[in-house]
């Protein structure tokens, strides 16, 4: 038997009048998974705790079946432990994006562009990265590379109890009453405005203006955190697992729970990833390595949700049912493998709101021994109708991995 969870991140949504009162998981085209839907439970499940803020830190960790109250220590020690960084339990991590700000002459008066800088290159933005190193990295900070836009800040000794606003929050609004607050609150703004003054003219950013792109013009500090620990995946259920995602926030988790990390050639995090790859991946790491368990996390829902981008939504949806559930079922059947599929988002990521709420998720659990009947689609609306409700997310594995 093998097991598989295939993750769209933030892949539910609230209808929308563009799509003519349906969500985007309704108005795709998902052949695929909505036969699977036919025979399979398909319900709601709460994967953000009341008391947690909606973020895909939380939320995979509850879809990975780990309870956010044991073990949640912020999002960004999480992406650290992916760029490898040995983590001291005196150090405090931070999230430091890559963003595009508005050009007001006053750094407090500008607005936030862009989160992401235009999807910056890892190849561009480790430039940059390395001019503000430059001036940072110290005996109190050291900053460290990671994947596109997504970098980490290490204060050593440093303290926790920040109010830090994630930059994909406040897409478009003025920055002035999001800026850091807490304890070392006015440090993380020098920093801030520092990195503003070195970026402004840096030549990877004249390169990006002059191609019509949005420059990375700022650092922006969120996400603080401590060296976490996860229970070991296999001890904790049995099964050898694998994680294979562009993005470091779940590698880092399948990395603290020894899980096998897979790399796939192409994988970027957005709707252009190789999605074909990361299902041959998986099948390879189950059919050929052994693995009981494997973990797919897409990202593109979720940044298409963000940009307020619907079309690519609705493509990534797609791209998910005919490349990567039709890839897995296929390759498992025809290898005569007896399979359990989870497929779900970890949290919703409306396009009206661009950015993640709370909301229960919709959930589908399908076993190839078993022909139950259920809904002839999976949407946000025909899991609410089946009844099916988890109140706790990380009860969902449980029901995964249970024959």
Same mark, same amino acid.
């Given at each position: 038997?093998?097991?598989?969870?295939?993750?769209?991140?933030?892949?539910?949504?609230?209808?929308?009048?563009?799509?003519?009162?349906?969500?985007?998981?309704?108005?795709?085209?998902?052949?695929?998974?909505?036969?699977?839907?036919?025979?399979?439970?398909?319900?709601?499940?709460?994967?953000?705790?009341?008391?947690?803020?909606?973020?895909?830190?939380?939320?995979?960790?509850?879809?990975?079946?780990?309870?956010?109250?044991?073990?949640?220590?912020?999002?960004?020690?999480?992406?650290?432990?992916?760029?490898?960084?040995?983590?001291?339990?005196?150090?405090?991590?931070?999230?430091?994006?890559?963003?595009?700000?508005?050009?007001?002459?006053?750094?407090?008066?500008?607005?936030?562009?862009?989160?992401?800088?235009?999807?910056?290159?890892?190849?561009?933005?480790?430039?940059?990265?390395?001019?503000?190193?430059? *001036?940072?990295?110290?005996?109190? !900070?050291?900053?460290?590379? %990671? =994947?596109?836009?997504?970098?980490? /800040? +290490?204060?050593?000794? &440093?303290?926790?109890?920040?109010?830090?606003?994630?930059?994909?929050?406040?897409?478009?609004?003025?920055?002035?009453?999001?800026?850091?607050?807490?304890?070392?609150?006015?440090?993380?703004?020098?920093?801030?405005?520092?990195?503003?003054?070195?970026?402004?003219?840096?030549?990877?950013?004249?390169?990006?203006?002059?191609?019509?792109?949005?420059?990375?013009?700022?650092?922006?500090?969120?996400?603080?955190?401590?060296?976490?620990?996860? *229970?070991?995946?296999?001890?904790? !259920?049995?099964?050898?697992? %694998? =994680?294979?995602?562009?993005?470091? /926030? +779940?590698?880092?988790? &399948?990395?603290?729970?020894?899980?096998?990390?897979?790399?796939?050639?192409?994988?970027?995090?957005?709707?252009?990833?190789?999605?074909?790859?990361?299902?041959?991946?998986?099948?390879?790491?189950?059919?050929?390595?052994?693995?009981?368990?494997?973990?797919?996390?897409?990202?593109?829902?979720?940044?298409?949700?963000?940009?307020?981008?619907?079309?690519?939504?609705?493509?990534?949806?797609?791209?998910?049912?005919?490349?990567?559930?039709?890839?897995?079922?296929?390759?498992?059947?025809?290898?005569?493998?007896?399979?359990?599929?989870?497929?779900?988002?970890?949290?919703?990521?409306?396009?009206?709101?661009?950015?993640?709420?709370?909301?229960?998720?919709?959930?589908?659990?399908?076993?190839?021994?078993?022909?139950?009947?259920?809904?002839?689609?999976?949407?946000?609306?025909?899991?609410?109708?089946?009844?099916?409700?988890?109140?706790?997310?990380?009860?969902?594995?449980?029901?995964?991995?249970?024959?």
């Amino acid at each position: 038997m093998k097991y598989i969870v295939v993750l769209g991140d933030g892949m539910a949504d609230w209808k929308l009048d563009d799509l003519g009162g349906k969500t985007p998981l309704q108005y795709a085209e998902k052949p695929h998974i909505d036969a699977l839907a036919a025979h399979a439970e398909v319900g709601l499940c709460r994967t953000v705790p009341e008391g947690f803020k909606p973020g895909s830190d939380v939320a995979n960790l509850s879809v990975m079946g780990y309870d956010p109250h044991e073990c949640y220590t912020g999002r960004s020690p999480l992406e650290a432990v992916s760029i490898g960084i040995d983590l001291k339990d005196t150090d405090v991590t931070l999230r430091c994006n890559l963003v595009t700000l508005s050009d007001e002459e006053k750094y407090e008066d500008r607005r936030m562009l862009d989160y992401s800088a235009g999807e910056i290159s890892t190849a561009e933005a480790r430039q940059l990265i390395e001019s503000l190193k430059k *001036e940072f990295d110290s005996s109190d !900070f050291t900053l460290y590379a %990671g =994947v596109s836009y997504r970098h980490c /800040l +290490v204060a050593h000794g &440093g303290v926790c109890g920040h109010t830090l606003t994630p930059p994909h929050d406040i897409t478009g609004k003025p920055i002035r009453d999001f800026l850091p607050q807490g304890p070392q609150a006015e440090l993380y703004l020098r920093m801030m405005k520092r990195s503003a003054d070195i970026l402004k003219d840096h030549p990877v950013n004249a390169a990006r203006r002059a191609a019509g792109k949005n420059p990375a013009n700022s650092a922006w500090f969120w996400g603080e955190g401590t060296k976490p620990a996860l *229970e070991n995946f296999r001890e904790k !259920f049995g099964k050898r697992g %694998g =994680v294979i995602s562009a993005v470091d /926030l +779940v590698k880092g988790i &399948g990395i603290l729970a020894g899980m096998k990390v897979i790399e796939v050639e192409g994988a970027t995090g957005n709707y252009d990833t190789n999605f074909a790859g990361k299902a041959d991946a998986a099948l390879h790491a189950l059919l050929q390595d052994g693995l009981d368990f494997i973990y797919i996390h897409m990202e593109a829902p979720d940044e298409c949700g963000h940009q307020g981008d619907i079309a690519h939504k609705v493509y990534s949806i797609e791209q998910i049912d005919s490349r990567v559930v039709a890839r897995l079922t296929e390759g498992l059947r025809k290898a005569g493998e007896d399979f359990r599929m989870l497929i779900c988002p970890d949290h919703p990521t409306p396009i009206a709101v661009r950015t993640h709420v709370a909301d229960p998720i919709p959930y589908l659990l399908f076993d190839s021994r078993k022909q139950v009947s259920g809904p002839s689609s999976y949407d946000e609306e025909s899991a609410k109708q089946t009844g099916i409700f988890i109140e706790k997310g990380w009860e969902l594995m449980k029901r995964l991995l249970d024959e």
